[in-house]
C-alpha cells in the first residue's frame, strides 16, 4: 500500500468529503452567496486538518445548488491553505472530462500541496452534465471505461501513444507535469453494484465505495467481489486499499444525532436528486449494524469499527456538510472527532 499512501501502522485512516452543495439551511431557510459557500469550505479543510483529520476531498456538481463545478480550482485552494492533510476529488467525473487535462490539473496541485493530491474518478450520479458539456448519456459505460483507462495510462507513463473511441488519437505525447512522486494514487469510485467492483479489482486500483445507507453487511458482498476480482488479474489485493464513504453527524446522543442531521439530508436530496431520504430508513442509522455513523461519540466508534471488523478497509469518509449544515455544528462535529472518535478508532485498528 505504500504507492496509495496508506500507513497500516497508523489505524484507520478517516477522510471528510463534501460534495459542494450550496443549499439553504432547513432550519433557519438561510442561504450563503456562492463566495461564502466555496470560502467555507476551504475553511472547513482547514479546520479539519487542525483535528487531526488524514484526507480532506471536493466534488464536482454540474446542476443547480452546487459550487464547486471547478472542484479541482478549490482543491487548489485548499492545497495553499493547508499543510499536510491529503486532498483529492470526490469524485471527479471523468466521462465527461479530457484525463489528460484532469492529469495535469491534479499533478499540478500535488505539486502545490508537496505530494498530496489524489485523484476518485467517478461516472456520475446526477446525469445532467452530460448535455452540458456536449456528452451522450447512451455511452454512460463506455465513456467512463475508456477515459478511466486513459488517465492510468497517462499516470503510469510521461510519454503516451493512444487510439480511442471518444477521444483524439495521442501520438508520442508527454503529459506534463508529473507529480511530486512520480505518480498520483488514482482510485475508482463505486456506487454500491458489484460489477463496478469487480472491473476495479480487475485494473488493480484502489476502490472507493458509497455506503449511503442500509445494514454494512450487505456491502461486504461488493468488497470481496473487488478483492477476489483483484486475486484472480493477478494483482495483490492486500496492497490495493478500499475506502468506504457515508453520512456521518456526532452528537451528544444518538437521537439527537438523527433528529437534527435528518432534515439536512432529507431536504437536500430533494433539491440535488429529486427526492428525499425515507424518514423510518433514515431512523434505521441508529442501530450498531447500519452503515451510516451518526449518533453519539461512543456510538460512532462501534459503528466504526464494527465496519472495520466487516470489510478490513483501511480509510472511511464521512460526509458530515451536506443540506446546508451550519459551520459552527460542523466544528462540534470536528470536535468530537479530534477528541473522542479519532483516537479510540485509532487506537483498536493499528496494525502494532
Not at 483507462?149 to 506534463?176: H, M, P
Not at 463505486?190 to 463496478?196: C, T
Not at 431536504?267 to 431520504?277: C, E, F, L
Not at 479519532?342 to 496494525?351: Q, S
Amino acid at each position: 500500500m505504500e504507492q496509495y499512501r496508506i500507513n497500516p501502522n497508523n489505524g484507520l485512516e478517516f477522510g471528510i468529503y463534501t460534495l459542494g452543495d450550496h443549499l439553504p439551511d432547513p432550519h433557519t431557510g438561510k442561504r450563503q452567496s456562492e463566495g461564502e459557500r466555496v470560502r467555507e469550505i476551504i475553511r472547513f479543510a482547514q479546520l479539519a486538518e487542525q483535528a487531526g483529520v488524514d484526507f480532506f476531498s471536493v466534488g464536482e456538481s454540474h446542476q443547480e445548488y452546487f459550487a464547486t463545478q471547478a472542484h479541482s480550482v478549490v482543491l487548489s485552494a485548499i492545497a495553499q491553505a493547508t499543510k499536510k492533510i491529503k486532498i483529492s476529488s470526490s469524485s471527479t467525473i471523468i466521462s465527461t472530462s479530457d484525463p489528460v487535462r484532469v492529469f495535469e490539473d491534479f499533478a499540478t496541485i500535488d505539486l502545490i500541496s508537496e505530494g498530496r493530491a489524489e485523484i476518485i474518478a467517478g461516472r456520475a450520479s446526477r446525469v445532467g452534465l452530460f448535455d452540458l458539456l456536449g456528452y451522450d448519456i447512451r455511452y454512460y459505460e463506455e465513456l467512463y471505461e475508456e477515459k478511466f483507462k486513459l488517465l492510468l495510462e497517462i499516470n503510469e507513463q510521461e510519454t503516451v501513444n493512444w487510439n480511442g473511441r471518444f477521444r483524439a488519437s495521442l501520438k508520442d505525447a508527454q503529459i506534463l507535469p508529473r507529480p511530486e512522486h512520480g505518480r498520483l494514487p488514482i482510485w475508482r469510485a463505486v456506487g454500491g453494484h458489484p460489477s463496478s467492483a469487480v472491473k476495479a479489482g480487475h485494473a488493480g486500483v484502489p476502490m472507493m465505495l458509497a455506503t449511503l445507507g442500509g445494514p454494512a453487511e450487505t456491502f461486504k458482498m461488493t468488497i470481496d467481489a473487488y478483492r477476489n476480482a483483484a486475486t484472480e488479474a493477478g494483482h495483490d489485493a492486500s496492497q490495493l486499499p478500499v475506502a468506504t464513504a457515508g453520512f456521518f453527524n456526532a452528537a451528544e446522543t444518538t437521537q439527537q444525532a438523527l433528529a437534527e442531521y435528518y432534515p439536512h439530508v432529507d431536504k437536500g436530496m430533494v433539491k440535488t436528486n429529486g427526492r428525499g431520504y425515507p424518514q423510518e430508513a433514515f431512523q434505521h442509522g441508529a442501530t450498531k449494524e447500519s452503515v451510516m455513523n451518526i449518533g453519539s461519540p461512543q456510538q460512532i466508534i462501534e459503528k466504526i469499527l464494527y465496519q472495520h471488523e466487516l470489510y478490513g478497509h483501511q480509510r472511511y469518509i464521512a460526509q458530515m456538510d451536506f443540506g446546508g449544515v451550519p459551520m459552527e455544528r460542523l466544528e462540534r462535529n470536528l470536535e468530537l472527532l479530534s477528541t473522542e472518535i479519532l483516537p479510540a478508532v485509532r487506537k483498536y485498528t493499528r496494525n502494532d
